[in-house]
Every structure is written in structure tokens, then in C-alpha cells.
């Protein structure tokens, strides 16, 4: 396939300036740029459609440039944004750039002869600028008129509360400055964004033909929402970051495992670099049998190999199936304590487990797994309970110190999904 191909079949194009003209250049090997704006030490899901269509150009043969915004970061776009973002400052967005760096690394390769990926910070070109000069070179060349009808400008303007502020209005300015530097600079000839980015990229394609006289192109992505209308990369926690210490490996692994049944083949096309015969495949399998989770389980280990590592990953997966019976034996106990954020709790006093301990059928009670001691003796006798993980069949069973994980821990199961983390204190 070629790029465009690939993108149209994985329904990853929302908009494209002449497409005719687009699909003629892409014949021959391109620079293509997508810029991001450091607002924070980490990328998050959110930022994995157009880095990773990055990749997508650079396998077939293209130059990707991402750009990082140390200028336009300052300033923050409004595009999307129903109010205005908090302003960072130059140390920080230095610290941003910095930590991003190293995840761009796992997207993007940096190293290969053949059309290696470049990473620009556009303060490089914008610092130096003088005002009044920016003004004359590059704002007589917009008109205000043609701003206040872009999307993203016209917005926040209807919105009465918050409005738009001057700085972000001038925001649109800047990229377009971005996409004409690089054009003149680095041969760039497209960039690439998320669809709420299309006002930018076209008032870039107009200051690249007024200024460089240079016939540039545009094409957008599909902002993703979950098949329920709520925004997609956020849990309950908050967003989910790349950022191990951000968001665990097994959380991030359980974000996409848990991917609703209706979304999970477009996730996969959108995020995998699966062919289409092997997501044609588990398109199959989820369409016969959605409960065997083939495509969830595809999507959650293809995410995680590529950001964490298959070693982290295989992790991640022991943890996840823990919570479904598997065995303890070798886990770590980093990997437990996500478990334990993921079960419910009740703490004992350590003392009580010492010596001979206390009757399993006390404990089921206490951690409110049993309604009563003879509830829990037919549970136990049913051969419902497990104890870490390991079916437990005597009714006169004692827990003591010598069951704890990591000196800390008993995990009680009943049944198939009941589960509570016994804490001794």
C-alpha cells in the first residue's frame, strides 16, 4: 500500500488539501511534519494517532519531523480547549522537551541511514524575532477576518464566559510561521494533525504559498471519542500517560484490555501496526466469539510492547491474570501492588496471623467475602475459596503470617471475580 492507502483503510484521514496533488507527491519520499506542544513531562494516549502516523510515513520510506513546541508551548492553543490553558514557563517546558525525548525514541527512529526522524524545537527559529518584524514579515499576510472563522478562533469567541485571549488568538500565527520555516529550512512539504488542527495547517499552506511562493499540504486525523460519546484517554484516574511513572505499565495495559467491545477493531487499526489480514482475522474472531477478548488482548499487549517493552508488558499480563486465577508463584512486588489498587481491601492486625494464626472461615467474615462462619465453611466446602491464588478445600484451614505476600498480604478469592487483599498492619 502506499501511505495514503494505508491511511484511508485504517480510517485515519479526516481532511486532506488536493488530495490528487498530495497522492502524486507521496510517489517519491516526502518530510512530513507533526508538532506537539510540551504542556506537560509526558505524552499521553491522546498523542499516539498522528505520532504514530508519523511512524506509518517513515516505514514507507518518508522523512518525519515532529516538532516540539517550545515557542507555541508558551502560548498554548486554543484549538479544542474551551478555556484558556495555563502558561508554563521556559524551565519547564526545557524539563518537557527533555522527558519527551526519550519516549519519541520508542515511535520514531532516530538512528537508520535511510530517512532517520528529526526532533526541532521551534524556539529555535521564533526567539530571535523581533516583534515589530513579525508583524511585517508575517502578520500583514493574515487576515483577521479569515481568523475569526476558523473552528477553533470562532468557539471560544461564542463562549461569553471565557472568551479568547489575544495570545492565543495569535497562536495560529505561529504555526503557520512553524510550517513555513520548515518548508523554507527543511523541504517540508506536509504537515500533519489532529482534525481540530485544520485552521492552523491551512493558514500555513497560505503563508507558504504568499511568502516562499510553495505549493505545501495538509491532512488531519480523526480526533477519537469512545463508542459511548466520552473522550477518549481518560479513566477514572485522570489521562493516560506514557509515562511509567505517570501511569503503570498495568494500568496502561488494563486501559486498552478494557476497551469497549464497539471500539476495539478501530483501535486497532488506529493504533497497531497489525496488517490488515491480521486485524481482518481478529475482526473474525471478535465478531464469532467477543467474550474470548482475542482483539482486546492483541491491541493491549501491541500498545504496551511498543511504549514499555515486551518484558514490562509480559508483567503486566502476569498481573492481569492474577485477577482471573493465575498463579503468584515468581511476581513482583510492584506488580502486586497494582492488584491491590485494582481489588478491594480490608486491613488485620499482624498479630492476629501470628503463631497459629486465625481460621480461614474468621477471615472470609472479616474481609466480607462470607456473610457468617457456617457461610463460609459451605463456601470453602463448595470449593468456591481460594487463598493467593491456590483452591482451598478444609474447613479448618488457620491463615497465618507464613501466607503473606511480601510480608504484607493475603489475597482472598470467591468465585470467579470476588476478590479481596487481606492487609496485615
Known sequence: ??????????????????????????????????????????????????????????????????????ATGLIGDPSGKSQERQLITTEALEHNIARVRIQLARLLDFETRENPARLVDNSAWTQNVFYLDFLRDIGKHFSVNQ????????????????????????????????????????????????SD???????????????????????????????????????????????????SPYRFYQFWINSDDRDVIRRLKYFTFLS????????????????????????????????????????????????????????????????VGEAPTKEIEKSKLDGAGLPLVELLVHAGLSASKGQARKDIQGGGVNVNNIREASETRSVTSNDLLFGKHVLLRKGKKNYVVVTAR
Open 197 to 247: 488542527q485544520w485552521g492552523n495547517i491551512t493558514a500555513g499552506l497560505d503563508l507558504c504559498r504568499r511568502k516562499l511562493a510553495k505549493a505545501v499540504f495538509g491532512l488531519t486525523l480523526p480526533l477519537l471519542t469512545n463508542a459511548d460519546g466520552t473522550k477518549f484517554g481518560k479513566t477514572e484516574a485522570g489521562a493516560v500517560w506514557l509515562d511509567p511513572k505517570r501511569t
Open 1 to 70: 500500500m502506499s501511505i495514503l492507502e494505508e491511511l484511508n483503510w485504517r480510517g485515519l484521514v479526516a481532511d486532506c488539501t488536493d488530495g490528487a496533488g498530495l497522492r502524486k507527491r507521496l510517489v517519491s519520499p516526502t518530510v512530513v511534519y507533526c508538532g506537539f506542544d510540551p504542556t506537560a513531562d509526558s505524552l499521553h494516549a491522546g498523542n499516539l494517532v498522528p505520532l504514530l502516523a508519523l511512524r506509518r510515513f517513515q516505514l514507507l520510506g518518508h522523512h518525519p519531523i515532529a516538532v516540539a513546541g517550545g
Open 276 to 339: 490488515s489480514d491480521e486485524i481482518g482475522a481478529l475482526e473474525k474472531q471478535h465478531a464469532e466469539n467477543p467474550g474470548a477478548r482475542h482483539a482486546h488482548r492483541a491491541l493491549a499487549k501491541a500498545l504496551s510492547d511498543l511504549i514499555h517493552g515486551s518484558a514490562v508488558t509480559a508483567e503486566a499480563i502476569r498481573a492481569s491474570e492474577i485477577l482471573f486465577g493465575g498463579r503468584l508463584e515468581g511476581i513482583a512486588e510492584s506488580t502486586f501492588d497494582e492488584i
Open 147 to 194: 481568523m475569526v472563522a476558523k473552528e477553533s478562533v470562532r468557539a471560544r469567541m461564542e463562549d461569553r464566559e471565557s472568551g479568547i485571549s489575544y495570545t492565543e488568538f495569535s497562536y495560529m500565527l505561529l504555526q503557520a510561521f512553524d510550517f513555513m520555516v520548515l518548508a523554507r529550512d527543511y523541504q517540508c512539504e506536509l504537515q500533519i494533525g489532529g
